[in-house]
């Protein structure tokens, strides 16, 4: 049994933004980052003129964009980057003190994961850089200027701001990426896809990996909560403790039940818990059929081709034989002839074709994603609060199977019958040396029998569905995080639905 890990990425991000700066501002800008939360926290003069400055927005990267350590140039918008707008934007707290506004920002989870996707950061890994670039706007007593301006060039003269400097404070903001600790885990059943229709039993294998995303938490235990069709050898391994960061069993030996049944389908339910006892659930599956290989052909027949005959010649009038033909025969003395034999012979064989066809089908499934994200408003006072609205999405998944199917079936390769025709008695007493008989009351074999070497005459294919459709299932996720499509296996499925083969043999 041994331990493992692997990495997985998971994104979980608040931002605080939406700034209104004066003119002229001493702003000073603080981000941090702890468990996947980014907190921004801009401290600013109260403004004192009509113009103002205002972000509206920011531009996420992985890599700077700014020229020069003195930011002489900054231009965030090139090459590939992600983008959260306004909306998307909660005022988390404000503070007014002599003259100073402390704000503080968040953006929901899943609209930066949109726009971390959107700047090829989707696998961003704990202690990776995050630079953040501000979108800004122009407001004018109080009336917000449509024209956004994403360069530091740009801002600078957008008006004629008294002092420019504290604008390259608002780009190539350096964070570092700390991952939330949310447990995740992901197992595996190893097992053969098909085995032999004798067996009852098969042998297998479940594998699990576990880890959580943040120094700051550690793996706590794990248990399995569900078993369907398997089971595991050793009770001890359906519960154990874990530790660190990552780890995870391997190899852990399981009995996969298939019975007498033609398919199967295992599945095992873990939970893994982290020190916080934050629980995650996965769910593996594995399906097994059985597939005997066709049997070796067999062939059959008899053959009978002795007509075993006999024959007599005897003195007239039959039966009472007026003297003995073994003694002599009497020159103008009647004679009388007689034979006999096997009422029909033959000769025939047959011989079996096997053999395995194989059928394509397609499963499919539906997903129905639920989940929510944040969307910021105002109450009754215009104060700022957040809503989570509903969101759905559709996913249709397919999955192409070959399923094998036996046959067996008999031809008839020869086939002879014989019926007696006549039988010629030869002897120096008969007429002419000899005397031609027929058989008297006496009906030939009748025999009928259809043949042909085509396969197609003595195969039917099943009548299935080329398409299964499995329906439909509902898969509620979070707020702010779109649940993902489940893993399954539908090879038992697909097995279930292609029947055998029809076959007819000669006759």
Same mark, same amino acid.
């Not at 780009?171 to 350096?174: E, G, N, P, V």
């Not at 629980?279 to 769910?283: I, R």
């Not at 010649?313 to 034989?321: F, L, N, Q, S």
């Not at 499995?470 to 898969?475: A, E, I, K, P, R």
């Given at each position: 049994m041994g331990r493992f890990w692997k990495s997985v990425g998971s994104l979980f991000l608040c931002l605080v933004l939406l700034l209104m700066f004066p003119t002229q501002a001493n702003a000073d800008v603080n981000v941090r980052i702890t468990k996947g939360v980014i907190k921004f926290v801009t401290v600013d003069p109260e403004a004192t003129t009509g113009i103002r400055y205002v972000t509206t927005g920011w531009i996420i990267q992985g890599v700077p964009k700014c020229t020069d350590s003195n930011k002489t140039h900054c231009n965030p918008n090139t090459g590939k980057y992600g983008m959260i707008q306004?909306?998307?934007m909660v005022e988390t707290g404000r503070t007014v003190s002599d003259g100073v506004v402390t704000t503080s920002f968040e953006v929901g989870v899943a609209d930066v994961m949109a726009a971390l996707q959107e700047a090829g950061l989707s696998n961003i890994k704990a202690g990776d850089p995050i630079y953040l670039n501000s979108i800004f706007q122009v407001s004018i007593d109080g009336t917000l200027k449509p024209t956004h301006y994403y360069t530091l060039d740009e801002i600078k003269n957008a008006e004629p701001w008294a002092d420019t400097s504290a604008f390259k404070q608002y =780009?190539?903001?350096?964070a570092q990426w700390d991952p939330p600790s949310i447990p995740i885990v992901k197992g595996f059943i190893d097992a053969p896809d098909q085995v032999d229709g004798t067996v009852t039993e098969v042998p297998a294998t479940y594998s699990f990996q576990a880890q959580v995303t943040s120094s700051d938490n550690k793996l706590a235990k794990y248990q399995i909560v569900k078993t369907e069709h398997c089971d595991f050898v050793n009770a001890g391994d359906k519960s154990g403790a874990l530790s660190g960061t990552e780890d995870g069993f391997s190899d852990l030996p399981i009995k996969i039940h298939i019975g007498t049944n033609q398919n199967v389908k295992c599945s095992i339910?873990?939970?893994?818990?982290?020190?916080?006892?934050t629980?995650?659930?996965?769910?593996a599956q594995k399906a097994v059929i059985k597939n005997t290989p066709p049997p070796t052909p067999q062939d059959a027949g008899a053959s009978d081709l002795d007509p075993n005959s006999s024959g007599k010649?005897?003195?007239?009038? =039959?039966?009472?034989?007026a003297f003995n033909v073994v003694q002599g025969i009497p020159t103008h003395e009647k004679l009388y002839t007689q034979a006999g034999g096997k009422r029909y012979l033959y000769d025939y064989h047959y011989q079996q074709k096997t053999g395995q066809k194989p059928y394509q089908i397609t499963v499919k499934k539906t997903y129905n994603l639920t989940w929510q994200e944040p969307q910021d408003s105002t109450d009754e006072a215009g104060n700022p609060i957040t809503t989570w609205i509903n969101k759905s999405d559709t996913q249709v998944v397919t999955q192409n199977y070959t399923i094998m199917r036996n046959y067996s079936y008999w031809i008839v390769d020869k086939l002879q019958i014989y019926g007696i025709d006549h039988a010629v008695m030869f002897n120096y007493a008969l007429p002419n040396g000899k005397a031609t008989m027929t058989p008297q009351n006496y009906s030939a074999p009748s025999v009928s029998a259809t043949h042909s070497d085509a396969e197609s005459a003595h195969l039917t294919d099943p009548t299935y569905n080329k398409v299964l459709d499995?329906?439909?299932?509902?898969?509620p996720g979070g707020q702010g995080s779109k649940p993902?499509?489940?893993t399954e296996d539908w090879l038992a499925d697909a097995d279930r639905s292609v029947?055998?083969?029809k076959v007819k043999n000669d006759r």
């Open positions: 306004s909306n998307k =780009y190539d903001i350096l339910t873990i939970e893994v818990t982290d020190i916080n006892k629980p995650a659930e996965n769910t010649i005897g003195a007239d009038p =039959y039966p009472t034989e499995l329906g439909s299932q509902d898969v993902s499509v489940p029947g055998k083969i």
